[in-house]
């Protein structure tokens, strides 16, 4: 996204089972850079959560910047919006097992 970066959170329901998720969303920025809500229209979703977090995010949307013979003007927009949750492993997760000793 040009002139400001969209923060879109990886629906938290659906951390228990993680896989990667894409939306494509078409959506109005008007001239005054602000994203019209009501101009959002999902294209394509792999699922409802992920829907409601694009959503979410592009419903507060400022992008300064698009003009046009120096004014600025209203822009449509088709995004594409991929959710992966990375592969972490936390340091404290690190063990290593030790079989139980053998009873006399």
Known sequence: MAGNSLMIVYPIDR????????????FVT???????AGSIRILYSTGPAFTDAVIGALQ????PGVAKDGRRVATYTVQPFSFAVPHYRRPDWDFEYVAPAARP
């Open 15 to 26: 951390l228990r089972s993680p896989e990667p998720a894409f939306v494509q969303a078409a």
């Open 30 to 36: 008007d001239s005054s850079g602000h994203g019209d």
């Open 60 to 63: 507060g949307w400022y992008d």
